[in-house]
């Protein structure tokens, strides 16, 4: 049988949609320079930045999320990312252009993120071309956080449509993991942050792109 006609797409935020590496870096490092620890670069945080806290603690820290200081931690890295989220954070080149030609085809779309609403909602509202969005979706709007599939399935249902008909796109294997349990088509984008060891070709995903413009090809094929 064929696959049913695709209606709507949804992307993940962080490396998919936006660049948010510089912020979430900058956060984790001015815990490393109030200790009066040195400095680390922004590549040295930029491959784990779709890891939120866990990531950006792992490298300015090395401590895990079974540390019992991880939840302190967690917080004020939280509180130094919410201080400066809007300041440099940009759409990646093209991510305009696909959200106009997305509308143009009379795709639906939305963003299914871990970010937490505290995040999400206003770093969200500061970027125009989300305005758009038929649904938006944080890593606490349901008692689940992706990999668990029941973020896309709250954006299928805010969008009124059946998960089949949607593909969802995200640079981590836990969104691919999530969009196949949720009965969606995948595409893992290759251009965000992945994590320093990640392989998506071992992801299982329908497809995969090296800019968020190659989706429109995708889309075409599929």
């Known amino acids: 049988m064929a696959a049913p006609a695709l209606q709507a797409v949804l992307f993940d935020l962080d490396g998919t949609l936006v660049d948010s590496a510089p912020e979430l870096g900058a956060a984790a490092d001015k815990m490393r320079t109030d200790r009066g620890l040195s400095s680390l670069p922004l ?9 939120g806290a866990r990531g950006m603690l792992g490298i300015a820290f090395d401590i895990t999320p079974q540390s019992p200081d991880f939840p302190a931690l967690r917080e004020e890295f939280f509180v130094n990312y919410e201080a400066r989220m809007l300041l440099n954070t940009h ?26 609403k505290r995040f999400t909602d206003p770093l ?19 008692p689940h956080a992706k990999p668990h599939p029941e973020p896309l399935f709250e954006a299928a249902r805010r969008l009124g449509l059946d998960p089949t008909r ?12 999530a969009g196949r349990a949720a009965g969606m088509r995948t595409v893992a984008a290759t251009y965000g942050y992945m994590g320093a060891q990640a392989d998506a070709a071992l992801w299982n995903a329908d497809g995969a792109i090296d800019s968020p413009m190659a989706l429109l090809q995708w889309l075409n094929r599929a």
Not at 96 to 116: F, P, Y
Not at 124 to 142: E, K, L, N, Y
Not at 172 to 177: A, L
Request: overall charge negative; glycine content about 10%; charged content about 25%.
């Open 166 to 177: 949607c593909v969802y796109v995200g640079d981590d294997e836990r969104d691919i993991v």
């Open 43 to 51: 590549e040295r945080y930029r491959p784990m930045a779709g890891a």
């Open 91 to 116: 759409v990646f080149d093209g991510v305009s252009e696909l959200i106009d030609a997305l509308a143009q085809r009379g795709l639906a779309w939305g963003i299914v993120t871990n970010k937490s």
């Open 124 to 142: 969200t509202r500061s970027i125009p071309v989300f305005a758009s969005a038929g649904a938006v979706v944080s890593g606490d709007t349901t």
